[in-house]
């Protein structure tokens, strides 16, 4: 009696055909986790570079390194532990320091239609890769999460000196704070990030 064996071609169409049916079901099942990890790995890529801007900043435009003795370009004063005095001119004069040192596009986000959220900052303009970012001078008035929600708190009784805020896909969803959406204070040695 004669046995009859698959044909590599035979194995190859069952393996391509049952490969097309697992990534089929994948993406059905879970959509959702995907977005989110996508937009997980971009916002840390986006956080790396804004955490590699501040450091040069520092380093060529502060005397001591520190936010308290930044001098902004076009302003007459450096910021100072009283952020009361830190105005709209710091927070503009802010955003063009961090402009040359980021992959900007130079393309100014000037509505909440095409920026969202960014649209709230003193100063906000759009990365290379179509990241949303706004800057401001000054403390933020409530507390906010820095990085994931639940990781670390800034409170308002905590020196400022400005704060960051970015959105990974503009006006698209989910538009919520650690998913999307980041926001980072500037501690006197720039980025605070958590210590726990």
Request: hydrophobic letters at 40%.
């Amino acid at each position: 009696m004669k046995k009859h064996a698959f044909t590599m071609a035979e194995a190859v169409l069952v393996m391509t055909i049952l490969g097309i049916i697992a990534t089929i079901m994948i993406t059905t099942l879970k959509p959702a986790e995907f977005k989110e990890k996508g937009l997980a790995v971009l916002a840390k890529k986006v956080m790396s570079e804004l955490d590699t801007a501040t450091t040069q900043i520092l380093l060529n435009n502060s005397s001591d390194g520190t936010m308290a003795n930044l001098y902004v370009p076009g302003s007459s004063t450096l910021f100072s532990i009283n952020v009361s005095a830190v105005n709209a001119t710091h927070s503009t004069n802010l955003g063009k320091l961090y402009k040359k040192y980021l992959t900007a596009t130079r393309k100014v986000c000037n509505s909440a239609a095409t920026c969202g959220a960014c649209n709230d900052y003193s100063n906000k303009f759009f990365l290379k890769d179509g990241v949303c970012v706004g800057i401001s001078a000054g403390k933020p008035a409530a507390a906010v999460n820095t990085w994931f929600p639940g990781e670390t708190t800034y409170t308002s009784e905590q020196p400022g000196y400005g704060v960051i805020f970015f959105d990974v896909n503009g006006i698209e969803e989910p538009n919520t704070l650690g998913k999307d959406r980041f926001l980072m204070p500037l501690g006197a040695e720039g980025i605070q990030y958590a210590t726990d």
